[in-house]
């Protein structure tokens, strides 16, 4: 058992102010900005909630295996104004008054909704959906937060002039300087801390000088209350109301808050992953966040997500684990018990959301499209695509509200998903004259493939294949196929595909087989699971193998047994066809092949293994050779074939050594066997032939490297 010291808990405790330093400030700042829309009475109350919320979350988060720092976000008390201005637009339709104990009941049945259905977004798996929605969707996010945290706060800050004067937006812009001050000179010190101590100091001196009065976030003496408790929910079933209307409106928005906060808690746990080599999430995390969350919306708090900035900063100062996080919650609740949110005026909030959007904007994204307004020219089209995707969110969000920028947001990031992919179906289009499977073969059989290496076509696609990649990838593989040819096919590089694909992929190939094209599909293996029915097309149609290597040594074997028509190559021995004794007269030529001593071997039996002693050369004469080798997981892999014609173990003949991998026969085999000590006997008699030998050999040796060399640089392209 691991015994816990008092300095764990001292060394925790930087950690656990970097955190709340950071996650209060914005929950505070974001709170304020919903109820303050809902009515500016009740932001006492959601402060309150909001408080003892960020205490019940990182009491949770203290027992996950990847603890994080959780905080309102501004994005999701955004979403919720914005669905709040949809819901008063059809109050009167449902029977509603449009009074503050309604907006906030709906409100809260909102976030109530979103509690109930976001387990089941973990249980669906939907962080595969959101791996689908790319970069510029996220970009246009924090850019429409930005924008909505200027205008908003802008406007707070001009109605301010008319009632108090200038003190208001005074204390409010130097709480913003004072932030982003600390930003750029003090990076290990809160901004959003350092900003409400200098506003609440401020203010403080103001109000003592009698100069103005500035209202609190949370005033001296008031009643603290729940939101929860402050709503009538029997008025949801008064005879009056459309109630079934509004449980409508109330699940679709239920719905995408659940949907978003299970994103942006995937996008950080994502990034915090990267961070320090942070700790993998145990696989039932998500029960007690949900649990946690489910708790904190019914005394009345916005959804928490993990905040990205307060993690990473709570991360500079240490670990974030059980001690840090337990910290957290008892520091944050000391500061809710203390009273200092009697301290932090109201224009301190508003300045601490100008700083927030300043930092919440996207830089990239802004400085491509300050770049396109000075040269258009300049910009690729992927990045013309991005630029335009952004700028979709952000004109949603900021014309209408930030439930169209998410709604507009997510259909932009499958529309770019799938524009994307449905471009970039094709890894690789070769034919027989630069791609060659590994199977090493005779000279002889080497000439008759160069002969018909345009017969052999190889496609390898890749990326995520759906309808709208179906017509571009049967353009692709008929405009390959032709009557004598030998298709090859690779999916191992296909994240997915759906029905579509695998019939109009079935209906292609069988029209080229149909046209005398004969079809031979590798790496369906990942897919196989997910669409059977693509299997049954590629077998029906075609010839299966389990990866590409074995589908195009097929296609050269068929062209070796169907030769192109040309001068005839056929020897009038077997041994004619050997690359070794090339170049050695007959009277030599006859004393080697009588060296060799003939071993009959059964398919299946092993020719040589691993570690076994190396001093022969062995020379196909029928049938052929697997060759395995071990993975570091203990897993026989196939690396290559040797068929009829061809040479084995060459250097371990040179060199002496072990034999480095596995033969297996994978037919009948006669091999012929050539001993080094045999081979040192007929050297001292035939000193030109054994040298002509092994210039054999080592341009044997030559060539099945630069094979090997282009199959191992076309798998990493």
């Not at 916005?302 to 059980?322: C, D, E, K």
């Not at 056929?570 to 066809?577: C, H, N, Q, Y």
């Not at 480095?660 to 009948?668: K, L, N, Q, W």
């Not at 490297?705 to 199959?711: E, G, K, Q």
């Amino acid at each position: 058992m691991q015994t816990v010291r008092p300095g764990d808990w001292y060394r925790a405790f930087p950690v656990a102010f970097e955190g709340a330093g950071f996650a209060i400030p914005v929950t505070i700042g974001a709170t304020g900005l919903l109820f303050a829309r809902i009515d500016p009475s009740l932001v006492v109350p959601g402060v309150v909630a909001a408080l003892c919320a960020l205490v019940v979350m990182h009491i949770a988060a203290a027992a996950n295996g990847r603890p994080m720092v959780f905080a309102t976000r501004v994005l999701e008390a955004a979403t919720l104004v914005g669905f709040l201005e949809h819901f008063v637009l059809k109050m009167p339709g449902w029977g509603l008054e449009d009074t503050a104990q309604h907006r906030l009941l709906l409100v809260l049945a909102t976030g109530i909704g979103a509690a109930l259905l976001l387990p089941l977004c973990y249980v669906f798996r939907l962080q595969h959906f959101a791996r689908m929605i790319p970069a510029p969707v996220f970009a246009g996010f924090n850019n429409s937060v930005a924008l909505v945290l200027l205008i908003s706060q802008a406007r707070v800050l001009l109605s301010s002039i008319s009632t108090d004067g200038a003190w208001v937006s005074i204390v409010a812009l130097s709480a913003t300087a004072v932030a982003l001050l600390a930003r750029r000179q003090w990076p290990g010190w809160p901004p959003g801390v350092t900003s409400l101590l200098v506003a609440a100091l401020a203010a403080s001196t103001l109000m003592h000088a009698g100069v103005h009065e500035f209202a609190t976030v949370i005033p001296a003496g008031a009643t603290l209350n729940f939101p929860v408790f402050m709503v009538q929910w029997s008025d949801l079933l008064d005879a009056r109301v459309a109630t079934l209307a509004i449980a409508k409106d109330l699940f679709f928005a239920s719905a995408t808050m659940a949907i978003l906060v299970f994103i942006n808690g995937q996008v950080a746990e994502e990034a915090i992953s990267q961070y320090k080599g942070s700790p993998a999430p145990h696989r039932w995390d998500w029960l007690r966040t949900c649990g946690a969350q489910m708790l904190t919306v019914l005394i009345g708090a916005v959804p928490m997500a993990p905040s990205v900035s307060a993690s990473r900063a709570a991360l500079q100062a240490g670990r974030l684990n059980g001690r840090s996080m337990t910290l957290t919650a008892v520091l944050m609740m000391f500061i809710f018990a203390s009273g200092l949110m009697t301290l932090v005026p109201m224009p301190g909030v508003a300045g601490l959301l100008l700083y927030e959007a300043w930092a919440a904007y996207d830089r990239p994204s802004v400085s491509l499209a300050s770049l396109w307004l000075r040269a258009s020219d300049q910009l690729s089209r992927t990045q013309k695509e991005d630029l335009f995707t952004v700028a979709s969110v952000v004109a949603s969000s900021v014309l209408y509200n930030m439930v169209a920028g998410v709604f507009v947001g997510v259909v932009a990031g499958l529309v770019l998903y799938a524009w994307r992919n449905g471009k970039r179906i094709v890894r690789a289009v070769h034919t027989g004259a630069s791609v060659h499977s590994n199977c090493t073969r005779s000279r002889a059989d080497m000439h008759l493939l160069s002969q018909g290496a345009d017969r052999v076509r190889y496609v390898e696609l890749e990326g995520a294949l759906f309808f709208g990649a179906t017509e571009a990838m049967q353009a692709l593989l008929r405009g390959q196929a032709g009557p004598g040819r030998f298709l090859v096919i690779d999916w191992s590089h296909v994240i997915s595909a759906d029905s579509t694909v695998a019939r109009g992929f079935g209906n292609c190939i069988q029209e080229a087989a149909e046209a005398g094209t004969r079809v031979a599909i590798s790496g369906l293996s990942g897919l196989a699971a997910d669409l059977p029915e693509l299997q049954e097309y590629a077998q029906r149609y075609g010839k299966v193998f389990p990866d590409a290597d074995r589908a195009l040594e097929w296609a050269e074997n068929q062209i070796i047994l169907q030769p192109a028509p040309g001068p005839s190559f056929e020897a009038t021995s077997i041994l004619d066809a050997q690359s070794w004794l090339q170049g050695v007269r007959n009277e030599a030529r006859l004393a080697f092949e009588a060296a060799l001593e003939l071993r009959f071997i059964r398919a299946g039996e092993t020719v040589f293994a691993a570690g076994d002693p190396a001093n022969e050369l062995m020379i196909l004469m029928q049938g052929s050779v697997d060759i395995f080798l071990r993975s570091d997981a203990g897993r026989e892999i196939r690396v290559s074939r040797f068929r009829d014609g061809a040479t084995m173990g060459e250097l371990g003949f040179l060199d002496a050594t072990t034999r480095s991998a596995t033969a297996i026969a994978a037919e009948d085999l006669l091999l012929g066997v050539l001993p080094r000590a045999r081979f040192d006997e007929l050297a001292l008699h035939w000193p030109q032939a054994a040298h002509q030998v092994l210039i054999n050999l080592a341009l044997d040796m030559a060539i099945r490297l630069r094979r090997t060399n282009f199959i191992a640089v076309s798998h990493v392209r």
